[in-house]
């Protein structure tokens, strides 16, 4: 079971970053390279603790529907979405935050077993590790982006404690 590991260096609160990382909206643009949208479940705003979200993408050339669940929504520390159904055997996505001198510290942990037992650990080893890490740094390359910019106005509803 391959697992991911990214931190990434945020200047703006943690309750803003938290948010951002549970955004459906926000989640399909930084996908959109994929074609990713919500079709099922939460298809808009801010997902939340029990809540389900299906995604239909194009990954390799194939169109794909995955279904995660959101089991752990401690605002502002941790947020876990857990593969419910998809391609893969199963995944795990813990979200940790932390406050910095500066802002946030977000940290990933992408837990995932592949399809296909010894195809699919081949297949890690060749590309799809490198696919996932690259995909996850991209998404959190424009979470970030969007924190530290006005940007993240068009993801956080009006009321929510987005500035900390």
């Not at 390279?33 to 194939?62: C, K, M, P, Y």
Request: negative net charge; glycine residues 6%; proline residues 3%.
């Amino acid at each position: 079971m391959p697992v991911i590991l990214l931190e990434t260096l945020i200047e703006a609160p943690i309750e803003r970053v938290f948010d951002l990382a549970r955004s459906i909206d926000l989640h399909a643009e930084t996908m959109s390279t994929s074609r990713e949208q919500a079709v099922a479940g939460v298809i808009d705003g801010l997902i939340g603790l029990n809540e389900t979200v299906t995604w239909e993408a194009v990954h390799f050339g194939i169109r794909q529907r995955l279904t995660s669940r959101i089991t752990i929504c401690e605002r502002p520390a941790h947020l876990q979405d857990i593969m419910v159904r998809g391609a893969f055997v199963g995944f795990t996505h813990d979200h940790y935050f932390s406050r910095t001198e500066t802002g946030t510290l977000m940290k990933d942990s992408f837990d995932y077993t592949s399809p296909l037992w010894t195809l699919g650990k081949v297949a890690d080893a060749l590309f799809l590790k490198r696919y996932m890490t690259s995909l996850l740094a991209e998404r959190n390359r424009l979470i970030k982006l969007t924190a530290e910019s006005g940007a993240w106005k068009r993801f956080i509803p009006e009321g929510e404690s987005a500035s900390g």
